[in-house]
């Protein structure tokens, strides 16, 4: 509940100061983040489906920075 209310609160401030497309990008991507981290803690490898969409969201970001 702290880490919800912490990152939602960060979030808002966020999109305060900043521009709104990058901030919501960013946020967007952290589940694909948590993937290797999740890994490192639990010793339980992803799924490979849970890996082809961190590789699809990796890539829709590249695309939107790049363009």
Known sequence: MIGLLLGMTL???AL???KTG??????A???VIIL???????GQRPTATSWAG???AVTGL??????
Not at 22 to 27: G, P, Q, V
Not at 62 to 67: D, V
Request: proline share 6%.
């Open 54 to 56: 961190g590789a699809l």
């Open 62 to 67: 590249a695309l939107i920075f790049t363009r």
């Open 22 to 27: 990058i901030i919501a990008t960013l946020s």
């Open 11 to 13: 979030f808002l401030f």
């Open 16 to 18: 305060k100061g900043s």
């Open 29 to 31: 991507t952290s589940p």
């Open 36 to 42: 290797p981290l999740l890994w490192l803690r639990t």
